[in-house]
């Protein structure tokens, strides 16, 4: 079985502020993704990062996956309240069908 | 949102009562999955299907079967319902054509098994 770990699991914040989330593992991906999810809602997919050492950015928001494709990272820029909600890293093993999650972050952004 | 829907959204039932979820999607994807997602666990696979009566099992299928018999509606199905299956689940498409497994996901069903 392959496992996620992801780190903090929980964050709060004040708006303008900066943040990293982190997405780390034993094995090696072939793919990770990044999900964001309000509450109520199911998982909405931000990024995809295939590369190691790749880095994507969407908006205030910017992703690298690690160099021997075993973690990720996910930084925020001048987080906003927008911003709020559970971030998951999910990756793909062996080019497989399956996604495996991490346990999510809970970011909360005051105003 | 990929024409995924997910019936019903909410459902109380008790112990030992046979319970029936379904993932309808509108766009004719070959793969479809289940997933439960508890606090603190992130989401789990409990199913997943790769066409019309192509199934596999993941992580957490014990207590859980599925069956799909047409491209469009994915079941998954509690025989006899326990309390540890109180969770909120979550029905996925896979991205056609997606070489990474990038998925779109419905809105979730909440089951409270009392």
């Known amino acids: 079985t392959q496992l996620l770990e992801q780190s903090p699991q929980f964050l709060s914040i004040q708006e303008g502020e900066n943040l990293t989330v982190y997405c780390n593992s034993s094995s090696v991906f072939s793919s990770l993704q990044w999900y964001r ?6 998982p909405v997919l931000l990024v995809t990062v295939v590369t190691g050492g790749e880095v994507k950015k969407l908006k205030r928001l910017t992703f690298q996956f690690g160099d021997a494709r075993k973690d990720s990272s996910l930084h925020i820029t001048a987080a906003q309240p927008g911003d709020t ?3 998951l890293c999910a990756g793909v093993w062996n080019a497989g069908n399956m ?4 346990g999510g972050t809970r970011l909360m952004v005051k105003p | 949102d990929a024409g995924i829907t997910q019936s019903p959204r909410h459902k109380v039932t008790e112990t030992g009562t046979p319970v029936t979820l379904r993932c309808h999607q509108t766009e004719n994807h070959r793969y479809m999955y289940w997933y439960r997602q508890d606090p603190g666990h992130g989401l789990r696979l409990i199913h997943y299907s790769y066409g019309v009566k192509d199934t596999d099992k993941g992580e957490v299928s014990d207590g859980y079967s599925v069956s799909r018999s047409k491209t469009e509606d994915f079941l998954l199905t509690l025989e006899s319902a326990t309390s540890s299956q109180t969770s909120v689940y979550f029905c996925a498409i896979r991205v056609s054509g997606s070489p990474h497994t990038e998925q779109f996901f419905g809105p979730g069903t909440r089951l409270t098994v009392l």
């Open chain 1, 37 to 42: 999810q309000e509450p109520g809602e199911g």
């Open chain 1, 85 to 87: 909600g559970l971030y």
């Open chain 1, 99 to 102: 996604l495996t999650f991490g």
